[in-house]
């Protein structure tokens, strides 16, 4: 990585829970940083953050921020990125947008580079980070997409409050004191801040995870059903999703059902996991091995297990995927698109 | 209830997280109970239980102990049933067992009164409560499968640590204060206590309930795929589940989707629902209102929601299912099947 190529860095959203991950995944991962610039709400704006051996002052974010920038990584929810991606842009940055603002915008590339690293040069200055949720799902089932095409995929999620912000482990982590020394639990934050109603979390599970659309989907399971199609660019791949939130920190888990187009033996299948780029296969029911929220958390990789043919259905599997949701649900994979572009710039 | 009928009523395993809800049921129902009597390991005999205005010593389970029993119900584990019900049957006792030492069996009924509390008159002397995720979907799906018909059912479990008894609670409390004061949580109990591996249940997801078997799926799945066929008395049925505990005391949750026979309108699935015995229907999207493990716990109802449509197959529903697992799921279901021998009973 000698005369490499330095980059201006970009972190909207810096001290959130996912800008906090990807200002450190940048570190970790030697990413070419000339200047790096930390932006936030106002209210944040002048504490200090570090980088590697800089002391970083974290400045408000406006439509200005963004002279000299290369890379700008957005975190800071869609009504920012909204507001100021559109500048960013203009001042000559990529964008790599967490927020589902652009993510099903025809002309934006939805990418997980395991699955559609091709799209990333079809960017009009955005690229779009995926939802946590679907990220890890799609990871998983790509190898097995390419291989036997899949026709259905129907899933039920375990997700951690993580992903509802740094308020809502707080908020489990208030709840579930409350409800161990035998007071009531106050529900503030989930399932969703904006809205009127509460419940509560710890030791609980909320079949609601961000508001409800007019066909009794919630926005997060429309997510998962629209992106994946996106993603793997199939219109015709059928979808079903169920969100739940669950007392859990870090770590998305998925149980997932899918139909294959071909036949297939389930040793092939783990063989194809295990061999693929960025999963990792934990799938031995004699040792009980299988992926847990609690072995993925602060890892890089989605895990695999559970996987099993299916009963009534000999073309169907089922099987179980995590991953830390911060992680390669958000930071590690906007991190890895940066990758893709400092290279790819590097190259031209 | 005047000039009715008394009986002599034993419960086996009275001093078990299930044994206690049972007896605390006969007495809030009322039910017609001449002698009761306490049964339990060796360790636990000699200790007192309250009975409405009587104190009960706890006497230990042997075969002598069902002379004049008329109605034993069982729910010490399976061992403890194999040995000790083909001695009360003999000593004339209608066996209600809990355990799953008789659920498959051909001659035994498997009764969720909801359902097929027909079956109950063609007892030989012992009637088998379901697995507790099995009963709750059941009651729910029966109105469905009577007016559509049901072909398949794909279920992901959310289930409660007290279906694992009274030491797994303990150990999901004890660990959660230690994960939340900084410390190791020490896994001691689940997922299964007999087998040597163990994991944390606090703010995690287990993708284990039971043992494994060959094919991949844990005894808890298959409980779920072979009783719901058998409770149903439809070989046909297909039916896939992957059975989670998670860090919940009370209540299991169940993410369903099942695909009908016929063409069907979401409002008169609800109006079914609702209408249905047993059922609560608690599904307001716009108020967000749907079934919460913390809202079934100590109820006796199933509790059903998040009812709609699939997206891609027109024929199918996704709904959310919760029930508190020690009562409909375990002790109520027993003492609602009692209730029915003892109406028969009166009635003969």
């Known amino acids: 990585m000698s005369n490499q190529k330095l980059f201006n860095v970009a972190v909207v959203g810096a001290t959130g829970a996912v800008g906090e991950q990807i200002i450190r995944l940048l570190a970790e991962r030697d990413f070419p940083v000339n200047e790096l610039k930390l932006l936030s709400s106002a209210r944040s704006a002048g504490t200090k953050k570090k980088f590697k051996d800089r002391e970083i002052t974290i400045e408000e974010a406006t439509p200005e921020s963004f002279k000299g920038i290369d890379i700008a990584l957005f975190s800071a929810g869609g009504d920012i990125s909204r507001k100021l991606v559109p500048h960013a842009v203009e001042q000559g940055a990529v964008c790599i947008d967490n927020t589902s603002a652009f993510r099903m915008d025809p002309e934006t590339p939805l990418v997980v580079p395991e699955v559609n690293i091709d799209k990333i040069s079809e960017h009009k200055g955005v690229i779009a980070n995926p939802n946590c949720s679907t990220i890890q799902m799609v990871a998983a089932l ?5 291989r036997y095409g899949i026709s259905r995929i129907i899933v039920s999620t375990y997700q951690a409050v993580s992903g509802a912000g740094a308020k809502a482990i707080q908020e489990m982590e208030r709840q579930s004191k409350e409800v161990l020394e035998g007071r009531e639990a106050n529900p503030d934050i989930l399932p969703v801040s904006s809205l009127p109603v509460k ?8 079949p609601q995870i961000d508001k409800f659309t007019e ?21 015709t791949l059928e979808v079903t999703a169920t969100c739940v ?7 998305h888990s998925e149980s997932v059902y899918v139909e294959l187009k071909e036949d297939f033996e389930v040793a092939d299948v783990k063989s194809l996991l295990a061999e693929a780029p960025g999963i990792e296969l934990v799938d031995s029911p004699e040792e009980q091995l299988y992926p847990l929220a609690t072995d993925a958390a602060g890892k890089l990789e989605t895990f695999v297990g559970r996987v099993r043919r299916d009963l009534s259905n000999p073309r169907a599997l089922n099987m179980w995927i995590v991953s830390d949701n911060l992680l390669k649900g958000a930071a590690w994979n906007a991190v890895q698109i940066a990758e893709y572009i400092a290279i790819e710039q590097k190259e031209v």
């Open 142 to 146: 790509k190898p097995l997409y390419d």
């Open 199 to 206: 419940h509560q979390i710890a030791f609980n599970a909320i």
């Open 215 to 235: 066909n009794g989907f919630t926005y997060e399971e429309m997510k998962m059903i629209d992106e994946t199609k996106k993603i793997m660019s199939d219109a």
């Open 245 to 251: 939130r669950i007392p859990v920190v870090y770590g």
